[in-house]
């Protein structure tokens, strides 16, 4: 054989798994889920970031009054944005520039018989956007202590609502 003719071996075929074809939207898939699960701690508020984890009720006041109960004790679980209290999951929203805490009802939707939560970010649910005011809760956040003071019936009179003191668990 000379340089001048063709040989006759064909050369070898690109594999299919090494297309861009199938890596670049595999590839751009698997970004779009990670950022989707890593950008809310990146863009997370500081008092949000600083109320994750463990915490338990020590003291509950109401009208000024301490009161002893069966809540007294009891542990509270903060993860993003649920509220775990002895097994009742809540989800709630922190506006940290108002000291707020609002509880609310995600929505969901039902596909192929399956409920799916719809992210906060895609549709505010009703419940937030209008929230009762038995809803909405004061907070003050300190290293290992947490206040949150629910409204009472009265929204004129501030002293009637509860307030519950929470340690954090190391």
Same mark, same amino acid.
């Given at each position: 054989?000379?340089?001048?003719?063709?040989?006759?071996?064909?050369? $070898? =075929?690109? =594999? !299919?798994?090494?297309? !861009?074809? *199938?890596?670049? $939207?595999?590839?751009?898939?698997?970004?779009? @889920?990670?950022?989707?699960?890593?950008? $809310? !701690?990146?863009?997370?508020?500081? %008092?949000?970031?600083?109320?994750?984890?463990?915490? +338990?009720?020590?003291?509950?006041?109401?009208?000024?009054?301490? +009161? =002893?109960?069966?809540?007294?004790?009891?542990?509270? @679980?903060?993860?993003?944005?649920?509220?775990?209290? &002895?097994? &009742?999951?809540?989800?709630?929203?922190?506006?940290?520039?108002? +000291?707020?805490?609002?509880?609310? /009802? #995600? /929505?969901?939707? +039902?596909? *192929?018989?399956? &409920?799916?939560?719809? $992210?906060? !970010?895609?549709?505010?649910?009703?419940?937030? =956007?209008?929230?009762?005011?038995?809803?909405?809760?004061?907070?003050?956040?300190? /290293?290992?202590?947490?206040?949150?003071?629910? #409204?009472? %019936? &009265?929204?004129?009179?501030?002293? %009637?609502?509860? /307030?519950?003191?929470?340690?954090?668990?190391?």
């Amino acid at each position: 054989m000379t340089a001048s003719t063709a040989s006759p071996v064909a050369p $070898p =075929r690109r =594999r !299919w798994h090494h297309s !861009w074809k *199938l890596r670049g $939207p595999i590839l751009l898939l698997l970004l779009c @889920v990670a950022a989707y699960f890593v950008l $809310p !701690w990146l863009l997370i508020p500081a %008092d949000l970031r600083r109320i994750q984890g463990t915490w +338990k009720i020590v003291r509950i006041v109401h009208r000024g009054q301490e +009161k =002893r109960g069966e809540e007294v004790g009891k542990l509270v @679980v903060i993860s993003r944005t649920h509220l775990l209290i &002895d097994g &009742d999951l809540s989800w709630f929203e922190l506006r940290p520039e108002q +000291k707020m805490l609002v509880a609310y /009802e #995600p /929505e969901s939707v +039902k596909v *192929l018989g399956i &409920d799916i939560q719809i $992210p906060i !970010w895609l549709r505010r649910p009703e419940s937030l =956007r209008n929230p009762p005011a038995g809803n909405v809760c004061r907070y003050e956040l300190s /290293e290992s202590r947490l206040i949150v003071m629910m #409204p009472g %019936d &009265d929204p004129e009179n501030p002293e %009637d609502g509860v /307030e519950f003191h929470l340690a954090r668990v190391p």
